[in-house]
């Protein structure tokens, strides 16, 4: 059955893999933190734009070309590292359910829910009160 298939995997393999796929999420981001700052550089090239459509056509013709090509690889580039950081987050999720550190978190949370549970049972059953904090 596909839904039952089990995964056995060392644990510093499973933790080489979470950190390249942390590593390539901050990557991303600085990628994408970089390229926004092109964005500055874009408002001066308007700017040069403007100056130079009065004064000289073939100049301002060739800026907007060249800026109309790079703006499509910019974008493109942009597109590609968002669903980079998407790809790997996702990844990082699903490696999580077998992260033995994240197992026995979640089985001493569930021990000490259900301990709680057997207090609250047997003081009902006793008639017993707690003060409410």
Request: hydrophobic share 35%.
């Amino acid at each position: 059955m596909p839904g039952n298939t089990m995964v056995k995997m060392r644990t510093s393999d499973m933790l080489r893999l979470e950190g390249e796929n942390i590593f390539s999420i901050g990557a991303g981001q600085e990628i994408v933190h970089i390229l926004r700052a092109y964005e500055e550089l874009e408002r001066r090239e308007d700017n040069l734009k403007a100056y130079l459509k009065g004064l000289d056509d073939y100049s301002f013709r060739e800026i907007v070309t060249i800026d109309a090509e790079q703006d499509k690889q910019i974008a493109q580039i942009l597109n590609l590292v968002i669903r980079i950081i998407a790809e790997n987050q996702g990844s990082n999720k699903l490696i999580d359910h077998y992260d033995p550190k994240r197992l026995q978190l979640l089985h001493e949370q569930e021990e000490a829910a259900n301990k709680a549970q057997q207090e609250i049972e047997w003081d009902k059953k006793n008639n017993c009160r707690h003060a409410v904090a």
